[in-house]
């Protein structure tokens, strides 16, 4: 928005220096006049001759003074007139973005020559027609006869634009320029201002808020510029001229933004910061932050309607002269209704920016009260030297009933940053009956009651009300002992104690404003000990009393005895009987009590930020070779068992030995954590060690209980402590990676724990007892094809904790390369999911009571219950048997029970085999035919023989 002019100046070798003067002139009061009458108008100046040069751009115009300073203080570059160069040099280098050119902003060229064009390398038409020039205005002025040639003439009516000669002038001499300033100006920007502006501007309302600052430079806040989207002038006193400064009035978001509503200025080591709110910016708010007259950086708000950047207060915390804070007021901000918020930006000195701090936090009591309304820096009114601020909440308390409402917080600063929470609340009916809106505006840093303090105004409807400032005090409080330390096992000891108080004042505190106030305070002895170890003389582990107040004072309490201009208390020590080296705390508690309030004195008041409450160390007298810190060398030891078996071991002891080789070790002790599978039962401390008392156990987690032993106390000297401590072991399932740990502590400065784990290795007991029906069986070989038989074997016992039984069952199926045996079937009394489940598995090659190559076949069966049977069922090959089995060979089928031993322990496990013999037997046959084919031959022989003789003797 807005419009841009450039003045390109002819500075060549043909114009005279003091006709370059009167140029300079010239522009510098058509530029001085065009900044009275246009706030919007931004402008730069290249000068060129043997080179082209820009002066300043249009990021500078937001400083009149520093830009009309700028044309005055232009040198002239001489020799040639490069005037297309130049105008080129202008679309290139001064109407971007980033030099400072808005796309939506008019653009104008005034270009002030002598003569034609000399050495110039870029070609005017060339120039005049490129798109970049499309929708500039320009402005030609010639001066001297140059221009009564054609040439010249022509080339001067092609660098201004309109139609006709109308944005063409002509003077005879540099002096003669002044009479042109009227009518170039009026051709430029209308008679009445920016085109378009006049109505944009008529509804400003500038100075809706104002900000001063310094004698020649006022701030204002215009909202209504731009059909309320507001803006922000900076009008210079000296120079009459005005910039202003706005988000673009073609941004949606920006409409009816009300920017200016609030303006204030920060400081930093760069320059000013020119800070503007638009509380209805987006719906939500926005304050912008501008420096040299371009927009640095947006803060936005987070609730739509809270009206965030309606009030701005910049913070210099600790007077430095640097911005350190922003305050924004969004006082509209709810939650249950309008309570208000105050927010907080820190200005980071590096980068100029603001970055979010932590809101400020007040609990309005009422849900209207708009806290936030109004932020005020208030100068330093506590007198710590950091700077502090009031912020107004005029509608708090309207819905109570009171005929006065609203209030004012104050809030105290500290370094960098604001002390939370405030320091003081001043409500409307605490100042005076009707006052309404109280708070509604604050100011401060004023002192109108001349005593050094700033005071505070604040704004009520139809009425002002100043307050005073009263002083803010502190205490510096003291406490000594004698003797300094408590001797540990002298029960009568007595310790005198000597309390007193330093009065502190930032400010002068009238005597007589001393002598209305009392220092009320109390003692408390051993505030961390459920049982005191000191008391006073009464028992007691209080006392209170009333000083007047003065410099310097000491107390006088009845229980304490005189010693000198200072007061003394005794305090008797208890017999210590357990806790005798940690210190004994001793707490100090005061406050202010003010009488007969007289308003023509200003009463002072206790630093709200002051802790109310100071603790002492009394602490007891140790034995460490003159050192303020006994070093202690406990070293441990420990002994267990590994293995526990559940259902089978009952106990189980832990020997442990704690040894100290250094200096006394205070209060040392022990703590056991075990799994709740064991029960503690006892611990036995051998005589020669020191007293050991152990405590009842305690859960430490749903699976773990701890067992505190207190070891020698009070003091562990160079001894050892042994002792063994037992427990009963449950008979129920550990969890995972169960361990007792062992720490021990003292109260010793700088002292470590000591610890150690004994992982247990847990294991559960199941017994388990194998038999088979019969343990012989007899299988004759000479009778039949096949036999069946069944292989039955029986396991009893108790399984508590579900361990997995195996049994395996190994049957003789092949006997030299014979098949005998054949499973035809396994199964078991109780088959089924829950029950027992078996599979045959491969053969193997095993030798049994000296039968060779006898292959075995193997039937795995596993069982989660407590009792079950096995049948193997088999068919037996009499035919194979009988042509290589000896009459008595005996085969095995074995039976054998199987665990997983890493979890399980069986007892008795003699009794996990059995055996099951098969022997097997023939019939003896009596082979005859040898004997019936020997008498056959025998008898054909004897035949032969009878014929032979019969023969001889002829028969």
Avoid at 77 to 85: D, E, F, L, Y
Avoid at 692 to 709: D, E, I
């Amino acid at each position: 928005s807005g419009r841009e002019i450039a003045f390109i100046l002819d500075g060549s070798g043909s114009i005279e220096p003091e006709d370059f003067e009167r140029a300079k002139a010239f522009i510098h009061k058509m530029m001085k006049t065009l900044y009275e009458k246009c706030s919007e108008c931004s402008f730069a100046v290249v000068q060129y001759g043997f080179e082209i040069r820009t002066e300043f751009d249009l990021r500078d115009s937001w400083d009149p003074r520093a830009t009309l300073q700028k044309v005055l203080d232009i040198a002239q570059v001489c020799n040639v007139t490069r005037t297309a160069s130049a105008m080129q040099h202008v679309l290139d280098s001064v109407f971007t973005e980033s030099h400072g050119s808005r796309r939506d902003a008019a653009k104008v060229m005034v270009v002030l020559t002598d003569g034609e064009i000399l050495l110039d390398e870029m070609n005017l038409t060339t120039v005049i027609n490129s798109p970049q020039m499309a929708g500039i205005e320009r402005y030609a002025i010639g001066v001297g006869n140059a221009f009564k040639k054609p040439k010249a003439l022509k080339e001067l009516q092609l660098i201004a634009s309109g139609p006709g000669d109308s944005n063409v002038f002509q003077v005879t001499n540099y002096s003669a320029l002044d009479g042109l300033l009227s009518a170039l100006q009026q051709s430029i920007i209308g008679v009445e201002g920016v085109q378009g502006d006049a109505l944009q501007f008529e509804l400003a309302q500038a100075g809706f808020s104002v900000q001063v600052l310094d004698k020649q430079l006022l701030m204002f806040g215009a909202v209504g510029a731009f059909d309320w989207s507001g803006g922000v002038l900076l009008y210079d006193l000296v120079t009459k001229t005005a910039a202003f400064l706005n988000e673009s009035k073609e941004a949606e978001n920006a409409k009816h933004s009300y920017l200016g509503y609030s303006v204030a200025v920060a400081h930093t080591d760069y320059g000013p910061l020119h800070v503007a709110g638009a509380p209805r910016h987006s719906m939500t708010g926005k304050v912008l932050v501008f420096q040299d007259g371009r927009l640095k950086q947006a803060l936005e708000g987070e609730q739509v309607g809270s009206y965030f950047g309606s009030e701005l207060c910049p913070l210099d915390v600790d007077h430095d002269g640097v911005t350190d804070l922003l305050l924004v007021g969004a006082p509209f901000y709810h939650v249950r209704g309008e309570e208000g918020r105050v927010y907080a930006y820190r200005l980071e000195t590096e980068t100029g920016l603001f970055t979010p701090e932590e809101p400020l936090h007040v609990q309005v009591t009422s849900p209207s009260a708009r806290f936030g309304f109004t932020v005020a820096s208030v100068g330093d009114i506590n007198g710590d030297g950091y700077a502090d601020i009031a912020v107004g909440a005029p509608l708090e308390d309207q819905l109570s009933g009171h005929s006065s409402f609203g209030s004012v917080y104050i809030f105290n600063g500290d370094k960098d940053k604001i002390k939370s929470p405030f320091s003081q609340r001043i409500k409307a009916s605490e100042v005076s009956s009707g006052l309404q809106y109280f708070g509604q505006s604050v100011a401060g840093g004023f002192d109108f009651t001349h005593d050094g303090l700033p005071d505070i105004t604040v704004g009520s409807l139809q009425s002002v009300a100043v307050l005073r400032s009263r002083p803010v005090v502190r205490f510096l409080t003291s406490m000594s002992f004698n003797p300094e330390r408590i001797p540990v096992f002298q029960n009568d000891s007595v310790v005198t104690a000597e309390l007193c108080f330093a009065l502190v004042a930032a400010s002068p505190v009238s005597p007589q404003a001393l002598s209305r106030l009392h220092l009320l305070y109390s003692v408390d002895l051993d505030v961390r000990m459920a049982k005191a170890r000191v008391r006073f003389e009464d028992q007691n582990t209080t006392a209170s009393g009333e000083l007047s107040v003065s410099k310097h004072m000491c107390s006088e309490l009845q229980l304490f005895t005189l010693v000198g201009d200072v007061a003394c208390c005794s305090s008797f020590l208890q017999p210590c009987d357990w806790d005798c080296f940690s210190s004994v705390a001793v707490r100090v508690k005061h406050e202010l009590r003010q009488e007969n309030a007289n308003v023509e004195v200003a009463v002072p008041v206790l630093d709200r930020h002051q802790p109310s409450e100071t603790h002492f160390q009394l602490p007891y007298k140790k034995d460490c070779n003159n050192r303020p810190v006994c070093a202690a060398n406990l070293t441990l030891t420990t002994r267990i068992q590994k293995e526990l078996v559940v259902g089978h071991t009952k106990e189980v002891t832990m020997n442990i030995s704690l040894t100290n080789t250094g200096e006394d070790s205070y209060l040392t002790t022990m703590v056991l954590s075990y799994p709740k599978n064991l029960r503690f039962k006892k611990v036995t401390v051998e005589p020669s060690s020191p007293a050991t008392h152990c405590g009842q156990p305690a859960p430490l987690t749903a699976a773990v209980l701890a067992c505190n032993c207190r070891i020698g106390h009070p003091v562990l000297s160079k001894t050892t402590a042994v002792l063994a401590v037992t427990w009963q072991l449950d008979e129920r399932v550990f969890q995972k990676q169960p361990a007792i740990t062992i720490s021990v502590t003292n109260l010793n400065e700088d002292s470590t724990v000591l610890t150690e784990e004994h992982a247990l290795d847990v294991r559960y007991a199941f017994t388990a007892v194998l038999s088979r029906a019969v343990s012989l069986m007899y299988v004759n070989v000479s009778e039949g094809l096949l036999e069946s038989r069944e292989f039955t074997f029986s396991i009893n016992g108790e399984n508590r904790f579900n361990a997995t039984i195996g049994l395996h069952v190994w049957v003789p199926v092949r006997i030299q390369g014979h098949d005998i045996i054949t499973i035809t079937n396994v199964s078991a009394t109780q088959d089924g999911a829950a029950g027992t489940r078996c599979c045959s598995r491969s053969a193997a090659l095993l030798a049994f009571q000296g039968v060779q190559d006898v292959q075995y076949r193997s039937v795995l069966c596993t069982l989660r219950t407590h009792r079950d049977s096995v049948n193997v069922a088999a068919e037996l090959a009499l035919t194979e048997a009988r042509q290589f089995l000896k009459s008595g060979t005996v085969l095995l089928v074995l039976g054998k029970i199987t665990f997983n031993r890493e979890l399980y322990l069986g007892l008795g496990e003699e009794n996990h085999n059995a055996e099951i013999a098969l022997v097997f037997l023939k019939n003896e046959v009596f082979d005859s035919l040898p004997i019936v084919l020997g008498s056959c031959v025998g008898g054909l022989l004897l035949l032969a023989l009878i014929t032979l003789l019969l023969w001889k003797v002829g028969i």
